[in-house]
Each structure stands twice: as C-alpha cells, then as structure tokens.
C-alpha cells in the first residue's frame, strides 16, 4: 500500500520545500500541493519532483474548480483536498494536512536519535 497527502499551503519557500521533504523521505508516494499564492521559489522546484503534483491556486485554478476563489481557508483547503481525492488514483491511502503538521512514524530514520 502507498500512501500521499494534500496541502493547501501559504506559507515561505524554504517551509514549503522542508514540508514536502520530510514526507518524501517518510515514504510518502504522491504529495498534492496547492500553492494558496503565487510561490515561483516552491512552485519551480516541487513540479520537477515525479512525487509532487503542484499547482498555484490562481482564478483559472478556481474557475475550474466551479467559480471564484473561496474566502475562507477551510473552504479552499476543502476543495482542494477533494481535488486531489478525485485525481486518477495514485495512492492507496490520502491524507490532508497543513504545512504545521507532520507525520510521524516511529519506524522514520527521522525519529531515531
């Protein structure tokens, strides 16, 4: 089984490419990153990576998602998750997190000292 997550994500290039990073090296098989802006210095180095599908939520992001840009967070993070969840299937198992929160699994070289 493979497992990948989706995230809606604003935040600094540098948190952005560390969030992905980790769960890359955890095992993750597929990340769905939705940019909540515009982020060339995330977006340029994540649609490189054959694990990563990214993408920057901009109006024809939105348009094609059925309208305009959704004021709260939750709404947009919602959409995009689903999204993600009716992609040609890719993994087995997907998870939505924020760009704050990380798996973690004791079996990690990440979680031994």
Same mark, same amino acid.
């Given at each position: 089984?493979?497992?990948? #997550?989706? @995230?809606?994500? +604003?935040?600094?290039?540098? $948190?952005?490419?560390?969030? !992905? &990073?980790?769960?890359?090296? #955890?095992? @993750?098989?597929? +990340?769905?990153?939705?940019? $909540?802006?515009?982020?060339? !210095? &995330?977006?340029?180095?994540?649609?490189?990576?054959?694990?990563?599908?990214?993408?920057?939520?901009?109006?024809?992001?939105?348009?094609?998602?059925?309208?305009?840009?959704?004021?709260?967070?939750?709404?947009?993070?919602?959409?995009?998750?689903?999204?993600?969840?009716?992609?040609?299937?890719?993994?087995?198992?997907?998870?939505?997190?924020?760009?704050?929160?990380?798996?973690?699994?004791?079996?990690?070289?990440?979680?031994?000292?």
């Amino acid at each position: 089984m493979n497992w990948g #997550l989706s @995230a809606t994500i +604003l935040a600094p290039a540098a $948190d952005i490419l560390r969030f !992905a &990073a980790y769960h890359i090296e #955890l095992g @993750a098989h597929r +990340l769905y990153i939705y940019l $909540d802006d515009d982020n060339p !210095a &995330a977006f340029n180095p994540l649609k490189d990576h054959p694990k990563v599908r990214v993408q920057t939520c901009d109006a024809a992001h939105w348009k094609k998602l059925g309208g305009r840009r959704p004021v709260k967070h939750q709404a947009r993070q919602t959409m995009n998750a689903t999204h993600a969840y009716h992609r040609r299937a890719e993994v087995d198992w997907l998870i939505h997190m924020d760009a704050d929160e990380f798996t973690w699994m004791p079996t990690s070289s990440l979680c031994r000292t």
